[in-house]
Structures are given as structure tokens and as C-alpha cells.
């Protein structure tokens, strides 16, 4: 129910699962059993609530207790932890179980996808005329930020290595990453389109959403129409993550039901302003308020969630 709340960004219903799953395997004595997989779901909550230090940080702990350890990916940012590779980990992490190399995997590309987030955070806020104080206090000259990108892909070769044969999902991650660390246009499309496919694959509606979202960023202004289509689909997508479990009724459907129920707030709003932009674009203008307006209403829903925009 955690991961469920989170996809639906019910982050309240979320703590409370996570705070419950602790204090059973606690209660069990089965903490240390589980401790990767609850860091986790953590860093996963952090990440999509916008909070990226704790998001690392819970990210690093997974990937440590997991008995994957941290190897080469924690050699630069703010990161604290440090290992050598697979063997890296905690003696009681679960080393050479499959199932907890799946999460310490996950978690090492969870930390890929803070760094890329928060490097591409200072360029942007550097082109909207802000970069000088994002460059004091967070040190990406050009030089580090090239050497930041270096660094993540060659994490992103490690990361390709070791995700094979382990699912469609971490497989379809780790094209994700691909895509957003590739030199190349056609790559990074390349990248995508075998993304899309694994998601679709694994049958993951939250992943599919995030592949469509950022297929799209690259046709908004080479293929509108195509990228409208993508988005389109997106929206349904993200909007279709806020749906209850099947036979979920009555009292018991109010008191499941997210204070938002309509899926993914932060990606729907990302989606509909690029609507609203391709709306205008097109001059199709009474559209673009009509999407401005509904943009609106899901930015006081974002911001009521704690997430900056």
C-alpha cells in the first residue's frame, strides 16, 4: 500500500503504511530482513515529494543494507557514503539474495536519477537568470557540472551491466537513464523507445507515464501533434494512477480515498502546462485557458503536498 499511495501521491497514506510496515517487522524481528526494501520506499517517497537530499540519503542506505553497496556512485555531490562495489554492503544486508540485489540495484539507479534531477535543476535556474546563486551554493561550474555527467554515465554503464535479466521494470529504468544521460538525439529516442516497451512489458502504468512524458519533451517543438498524442496518453495515464483497487466500495473507498485522488499530481500538472503551451502555440488560445485554468487548481494541489513549483 505504500508504493500504491505513492504513485498516487497520497504521501500521508504513504507515511502511515511505511510508519506501520516498521513498526510490525520490528515487532517481528524481521527489521533487519526488510531494512533494505523500507529505505527504499522512503527514498522513493522523498524523491516524489521534491526533497532530494533525503531522497539520496534513504537511496544510499538501501543500496548499502542491500548488500549491493555504493561503489562508484557516491564520488561526488553531497553524498555521504562511500564503498567498493558489490561487496560494499552490511553483513546482515541480504548479499547474494536475488531479491535484495533487485532493491539495491534499484536504489543505485534512484540515486542516478536525484543527481541528474538536481544537476538539471542548476542549469535550468542558471538560464532563468538565477544561476549565479544556485552556482554559489551548490558549486556546479561547468567544469564539475561536465564532470558531474561524466561520472553519472559511467555509473550508467555499471548500471546496464548489472540490471540486465533482472526484470522488464529495472531493465526499462536503466533505458530511462540512458536516455537522459545519451550524447546523442537519435540515441537518447533509441533509448526511449525500448523503455516504453519493457514498461509496457512489466505492465507498469507509473513507468509508462514517466517513459511518455519524457518521449514527448523531445518532440514539443519538432512534432507537435505526435508529442500532443504522447502527452495526451500521459495524462490518462497519470490521471488513471489515482484509482482505487478493484472491489474497493462504500465506507471503505472514503476512507482510501487521497485527499487528491486524481493519480500523479506533480505529472499531470508538468503534462498540462505542456498542453497549454503547444495549445498556444497552435493558437488554438480558448484551449490554452481552459488548461491554464484546470493548470491552476493542480498547482495548489501540488504546493498543498509540499512539492515547490
Given at each position: 500500500?505504500?508504493?500504491?499511495?505513492?504513485?498516487?501521491?497520497?504521501?500521508?497514506?504513504?507515511?502511515?503504511?511505511?510508519?506501520?510496515?516498521?513498526?510490525?517487522?520490528?515487532?517481528?524481528?524481521?527489521?533487519?530482513?526488510?531494512?533494505?526494501?523500507?529505505?527504499?520506499?522512503?527514498?522513493?517517497?522523498?524523491?516524489?515529494?521534491?526533497?532530494?537530499?533525503?531522497?539520496?540519503?534513504?537511496?544510499?542506505?538501501?543500496?548499502?543494507?542491500?548488500?549491493?553497496?555504493?561503489?562508484?556512485?557516491?564520488?561526488?555531490?553531497?553524498?555521504?557514503?562511500?564503498?567498493?562495489?558489490?561487496?560494499?554492503?552490511?553483513?546482515?544486508?541480504?548479499?547474494?539474495?536475488?531479491?535484495?540485489?533487485?532493491?539495491?540495484?534499484?536504489?543505485?539507479?534512484?540515486?542516478?536519477?536525484?543527481?541528474?534531477?538536481?544537476?538539471?535543476?542548476?542549469?535550468?535556474?542558471?538560464?532563468?537568470?538565477?544561476?549565479?546563486?544556485?552556482?554559489?551554493?551548490?558549486?556546479?561550474?561547468?567544469?564539475?557540472?561536465?564532470?558531474?555527467?561524466?561520472?553519472?554515465?559511467?555509473?550508467?554503464?555499471?548500471?546496464?551491466?548489472?540490471?540486465?535479466?533482472?526484470?522488464?521494470?529495472?531493465?526499462?529504468?536503466?533505458?530511462?537513464?540512458?536516455?537522459?544521460?545519451?550524447?546523442?538525439?537519435?540515441?537518447?529516442?533509441?533509448?526511449?523507445?525500448?523503455?516504453?516497451?519493457?514498461?509496457?512489458?512489466?505492465?507498469?502504468?507509473?513507468?509508462?507515464?514517466?517513459?511518455?512524458?519524457?518521449?514527448?519533451?523531445?518532440?514539443?517543438?519538432?512534432?507537435?501533434?505526435?508529442?500532443?498524442?504522447?502527452?495526451?496518453?500521459?495524462?490518462?495515464?497519470?490521471?488513471?494512477?489515482?484509482?482505487?483497487?478493484?472491489?474497493?466500495?462504500?465506507?471503505?473507498?472514503?476512507?482510501?480515498q487521497a485527499p487528491w485522488n486524481g493519480g500523479n499530481a506533480?505529472?499531470?500538472?508538468?503534462?498540462?502546462?505542456?498542453?497549454?503551451?503547444?495549445?498556444?502555440?497552435?493558437?488554438?488560445?480558448?484551449?490554452?485557458?481552459?488548461?491554464?485554468?484546470?493548470?491552476?487548481?493542480?498547482?495548489?494541489?501540488?504546493?498543498?503536498?509540499?512539492?515547490?513549483?
Amino acid at each position: 500500500m505504500g508504493e500504491i499511495s505513492i504513485q498516487r501521491s497520497d504521501f500521508p497514506a504513504a507515511q502511515l503504511a511505511l510508519d506501520e510496515l516498521t513498526s510490525h517487522v520490528r515487532s517481528q524481528s524481521l527489521f533487519e530482513r526488510y531494512q533494505a526494501r523500507i529505505a527504499l520506499l522512503h527514498g522513493q517517497m522523498a524523491h516524489a515529494r521534491g526533497d532530494t537530499a533525503r531522497a539520496r540519503k534513504c537511496y544510499e542506505v538501501a543500496a548499502y543494507v542491500s548488500g549491493v553497496g555504493l561503489g562508484a556512485v557516491v564520488n561526488s555531490g553531497s553524498g555521504s557514503g562511500s564503498g567498493n562495489g558489490k561487496n560494499s554492503g552490511s553483513a546482515t544486508g541480504g548479499a547474494g539474495n536475488a531479491t535484495e540485489e533487485w532493491v539495491g540495484w534499484a536504489a543505485r539507479a534512484g540515486i542516478v536519477w536525484v543527481r541528474i534531477g538536481v544537476l538539471r535543476q542548476a542549469e535550468a535556474s542558471q538560464v532563468s537568470g538565477t544561476g549565479s546563486k544556485v552556482k554559489e551554493e551548490e558549486g556546479h561550474s561547468q567544469r564539475e557540472r561536465d564532470k558531474e555527467i561524466e561520472a553519472l554515465r559511467r555509473e550508467g554503464k555499471i548500471l546496464k551491466r548489472e540490471c540486465e535479466g533482472r526484470g522488464a521494470a529495472l531493465e526499462a529504468i536503466e533505458e530511462l537513464l540512458g536516455a537522459c544521460l545519451a550524447e546523442e538525439f537519435l540515441s537518447a529516442k533509441q533509448h526511449l523507445h525500448r523503455a516504453l516497451s519493457l514498461a509496457t512489458r512489466a505492465q507498469d502504468n507509473h513507468l509508462r507515464a514517466l517513459v511518455l512524458a519524457l518521449s514527448a519533451s523531445h518532440y514539443l517543438h519538432t512534432a507537435r501533434d505526435h508529442a500532443l498524442t504522447m502527452l495526451g496518453t500521459c495524462q490518462q495515464l497519470a490521471a488513471g494512477l489515482g484509482a482505487l483497487p478493484k472491489g474497493v466500495k462504500g465506507e471503505k473507498a472514503k476512507q482510501e480515498q487521497a485527499p487528491w485522488n486524481g493519480g500523479n499530481a506533480p505529472l499531470s500538472l508538468w503534462v498540462g502546462e505542456r498542453i497549454a503551451e503547444l495549445k498556444t502555440l497552435a493558437g488554438q488560445e480558448k484551449v490554452a485557458k481552459d488548461q491554464e485554468e484546470i493548470n491552476a487548481k493542480l498547482r495548489e494541489v501540488v504546493r498543498g503536498m509540499g512539492i515547490k513549483v
